[in-house]
């Protein structure tokens, strides 16, 4: 969130900025006559950028337009509430009203978005079809990138030989099978949450 120049944004990635969040999302939009910082998140090679890939904060048609320009720094984010997964109707994010509903988030009464209620698995199967990328970029996006932003990449973000096993089983159109936490199952699309991660 951010209407920083590309003179700002020069500044801020001199004095170590390494991600734009959340990409588009109270931003001037992109000008032919000033980059902005949209355009130099999506030029800079130094920068990553969080997205909210749920077709909501981000039309379908700008993710298919912007992923290419910079795939290696697409970052996928929520921005969930605490109405993520449940039914449609008014909840509490802090002190404001909430009205849920077509997989929008508003303030009560307004048309403010309001965070969203965007899985990630909705997210990674989202940018895999609005971008055309392939489902290990997309999957990608979601895993290993953020884990290399933070420097976690030697623990997490992949399946590698003495990494942490916590990953996700996906159908082959990406949608959850079942979450695996320290190589123990813990949830099943077709159970739910599994005793084992209850008894933790």
């Known amino acids: 969130h951010s209407s920083a120049d ?49 077709g909501v904060h981000v039309d379908p048609g700008v993710v298919a337009l912007s992923y290419p320009a910079h795939p290696e720094g697409m970052i996928l984010v929520t921005d969930a509430m605490a109405a993520m997964g449940l039914d449609e109707g008014s909840y509490c994010l802090g002190s404001m009203e909430v009205e849920v509903a077509n997989g929008r988030a508003v303030i009560a009464g307004t048309q403010t978005l309001a965070g969203s209620v965007l899985r990630m698995d909705d997210a990674v199967r989202n940018l895999w079809v609005f971008s055309g990328c392939s489902k290990v970029e997309a999957l990608e996006a979601a895993s290993l990138r953020p884990a290399q932003l933070l420097s976690l990449d030697e623990e997490r973000g992949d399946l590698g030989i003495g990494k942490r096993a916590d990953f996700v089983v996906l159908s082959q159109d990406l949608q959850l099978e079942s979450t695996y936490y320290q190589g123990v199952e813990v949830y099943s699309a077709d159970t739910g949450l599994l005793s084992a991660c209850k008894e933790t």
Do not use: Q, W, Y
């Not at 990635?13 to 001037?28: E, I, R, S, W, Y």
């Open 6 to 54: 590309s003179a700002c944004v020069d500044a801020a990635v001199d004095a170590g900025a390494v991600l734009c969040t959340h990409l588009f999302n109270a931003m001037p939009g992109l000008h032919h006559r000033e980059l902005s910082i949209v355009g130099k998140a999506l030029a800079e090679r130094c920068l990553s950028n969080s997205m909210i890939v749920d």
